[in-house]
């Protein structure tokens, strides 16, 4: 079956640096991506929609200057969270959508900024 | 714009129980259904999926959910449970229109106990 992959799995920073997340789809083309925030014992929710070749559309609440987001192939996006602080830290998941209109996930990753 | 309720955040059940966690929805939209189950320290898995037809779906692992829509309701079942069914499910909502824009449930917590 289809697989999105992440990198990296997990991550540990001080505060004030940024991050980059990568999301890829291995095997299939992806022109929509999404990303998904999980705090703990809570559930996902929507981030942003990552269209492949144009601006992302960010979800009410989420600040497009803190959470970049680059859809530059149809096999990648990235999410860059800038200047990261401790209330960044959260499980991080992104999500393919197949030309086959099926979604797969990726496996996260974990954020923890010191 | 949907919502998701699911009913339980944690639901305690004996090993080869059956077990049922409720899913609500409310949308202004039509919307696909879903059911996901993540594992401790792993991505979300797809379990079974609501798109037309068939108001019944069923999982290959035992698992199967009934769309209900006058009681918008997606609950889902198993009639014998394993230990291995330990996880965390989350019931999801996308609307049709903008397929693969999850709004997850808060998820509940099935701990089986021998």
């Known amino acids: 079956g289809a697989v999105v992959s992440q990198h990296p799995s997990w991550v540990i920073c001080k505060s004030g640096t940024s991050v980059k997340i990568e999301c890829r789809s291995l095997?299939?083309?992806?022109?929509?991506m999404f990303w998904y925030r999980q705090f703990p014992k809570q559930s996902l929710m929507l981030m942003a929609t990552s269209n492949e070749g144009s601006k992302a559309t960010y979800e009410q609440g989420v600040e497009k200057d803190k959470f970049l987001i680059n859809h530059a192939s149809l096999t990648l996006s990235t999410l860059t969270v800038t200047s990261a602080h401790p209330e960044d830290s959260s499980f991080y998941i992104c999500?393919?959508?197949?030309?086959?209109?099926?979604?797969?996930f990726g496996p996260g990753t974990r954020l923890l900024v010191l | 714009a949907q919502s998701v309720t699911q009913l339980d955040s944690q639901v305690p059940v004996f090993e080869e129980a059956p077990v049922e966690l409720r899913c609500n929805y409310s949308s202004s939209v039509s919307v696909y259904l879903f059911w996901y189950v993540q594992y401790p320290n792993q991505g979300l898995q797809l379990l079974l999926k609501?798109?037309?037809?068939?108001?019944l779906v069923e999982s290959i692992n035992g698992f199967e959910a009934e769309f209900n829509k006058s009681q918008t309701s997606f609950h889902l079942r198993k009639p014998s449970v394993h230990i291995s069914d330990t996880a965390e499910y989350f019931c999801a909502a996308s609307p049709t229109d903008s397929w693969g824009k999850f709004q997850f449930g808060a998820g509940t917590q099935v701990v089986v106990t021998p």
């Open positions: 609501y798109l037309s037809g068939s108001t």
């Open positions: 095997d299939f083309q992806a022109t929509t």
């Open positions: 999500s393919a959508r197949t030309p086959q209109e099926t979604q797969y």
